[in-house]
């Protein structure tokens, strides 16, 4: 009868190691899936915040352009972009529904230059109206921005 040598003895342990391993290997890949899933997640989010903001920016704009041409701002409810591009929602701009009155005129103030005389027998006087515009945008899966401004449009007394 043959008596077992060392090498023989261990043969065992070395696949138990091997399989140690390969469980360890898994459980790290694992782990690495979970934490990029969480990553996708929370980047999704910042996108859809994001999306709410550029939207809200976009109402302002277009209370700025309003207040250029015609003296007085106003913000029509607005769907932004093509819906090919937005398939479960587009996003959109309104008047923040938060406040009694969301475009407001909060006074006028001189005018600096405005006491030049440029023509004979007096020149119109300039002041500026100052209007506070609040705007709302909102994204389809439900996140939503708030931007305040204060602008001002050049009048004659």
Known sequence: MRTPTATTRESGSILLITVLLLLLVAMLGFAALDTAGGDQQVAGFQNR??????????????????LTTTRTPSVPNTSLGDATIFPHGQPSFRLDPSVAQPIKS?????????????????????????????????????????????????ITN
């Not at 915040?49 to 309003?66: H, K, M, Q, V």
């Open 106 to 154: 909060i006074g006028a103030g001189a005018f600096p230059g405005s006491s030049i005389n440029i023509v004979a027998g007096g020149a119109p006087t300039y002041m500026l109206r100052y209007w506070r515009i609040r705007v709302q945008g909102d994204e389809a899966a439900g996140s939503m921005a708030r931007l305040e401004a204060v602008a001002g449009a050049l």
């Open 49 to 66: 915040r994001d999306l709410a903001f550029f939207a809200a920016d976009a109402g302002l704009a277009t209370a700025l352009e309003t």
